[in-house]
């Protein structure tokens, strides 16, 4: 319970912190099924189980908004038969509006393995294809020359982290991307502005409850900079190895429902549903988010190559 004991107090002092700020901004998106696939906030998660792991997302935020984010991801990531190594690749697609971020970044983690754990060093590094088409924008005026232009920029960035685990439990802590991005508008009103740095640090311990029912508490604290902390507060319960079952509250925002299906020892499909508790609640009818899961033991004999289990993150 030492575990337990900690996490309970790294909760409450998450909530006293955040809510000594009396202001609230929107933060960097978060996709709600990330504890199923670490790789999308901390390159050390690459390889952690030593099997190939597939997964792709769509997220569609805010529906009923006009112009609202849609996030679609595609990842792959295995640890490398022999070697504490963890090698893997990530591509996304996120729309706002007229705006288009499309992005690909590669990874790798180097483990250091304890008797009843590992830590994980990670590095990753990309680019970010930039597109904003104002043409498509419906003006009152079509003959406004500011309007008609796509702009397009290409930007690299890097990242790193750090990520410990042992079979029931896990802490990272990572800056995925360091560089700051410069943005320029030159064919509108000229602005000339940089991204905001991002720190994530997240934890999490599987409990028993009966001997078929595990309950897992996580945390998941978003820091950037000259703007408030936000978090979330997760539970999951594992029924059996088969279903998982949980909900988060993220702060200011949503409140989150989810859910994770093992189809086969192969195949595993998740969903989940945002529940606006922000100001646009009365506009927007929630987000929707799924995700399709497939695992490969890449190095075991062909007959025997589902992976081993459970995993719990």
């Not at 640090?201 to 978003?222: F, N």
Request: glycine share 8%; proline share 4%; hydrophobic share 35%.
């Amino acid at each position: 319970m030492y575990w337990l004991k900690k996490f309970l107090q790294l909760t409450v002092l998450i909530i006293l912190i955040a809510t000594n700020y009396s202001a609230f901004s929107q933060q960097k998106p978060v996709l709600s099924q990330y504890m199923f696939n670490g790789l999308v906030i901390n390159p050390a998660y690459a390889g952690v189980h030593e099997h190939l792991n597939v997964t792709a997302l769509y997220r569609n935020q805010w529906v009923n908004f006009e112009g609202a984010p849609e996030t679609s991801t595609f990842s792959a990531h295995s640890g490398l038969k022999g070697k504490n190594i963890g090698v893997g690749f990530l591509a996304s697609n996120d729309e706002v509006g007229v705006h288009n971020d499309l992005s690909f970044y590669g990874y790798y983690a180097y483990k250091i393995k304890f008797k009843n754990g590992s830590l994980s060093m990670g590095l990753q590094g990309g680019f970010n294809h930039l597109k904003s088409d104002y043409t498509i924008l419906s003006l009152k005026d079509p003959g406004d020359s500011r309007f008609g232009v796509v702009n397009r920029s290409l930007k690299f960035n890097f990242g790193t982290g750090i990520y410990y685990n042992t079979k029931t439990s896990y802490i990272g802590f990572s800056i995925p991307y360091i560089r700051k991005k410069r943005f320029v508008e030159e064919n509108l009103n000229t602005q000339n502005f940089e991204d905001s740095r991002y720190y994530y640090l997240t934890a999490g311990q599987v409990l028993d409850l009966t001997p078929k029912i595990k309950i897992k508490p996580s945390v998941l604290l978003r820091l950037e900079e000259n703007m408030p902390i936000a978090y979330d507060l997760n539970v999951n319960f594992y029924l059996e190895d088969v279903l998982n079952i949980g909900a988060s509250y993220r702060s200011g925002e949503s409140l989150i429902t989810l859910f994770e299906l093992k189809v086969s020892d192969y195949i595993r499909l998740g969903y989940a549903f945002d529940w606006v508790i922000s100001d646009i609640n009365t506009y927007t009818a929630g987000t929707h988010e799924l995700m399709l899961n497939y695992r490969l033991n890449l190095f075991a004999p062909r007959k025997h190559r589902m992976c081993p289990g459970p995993y719990y993150y």
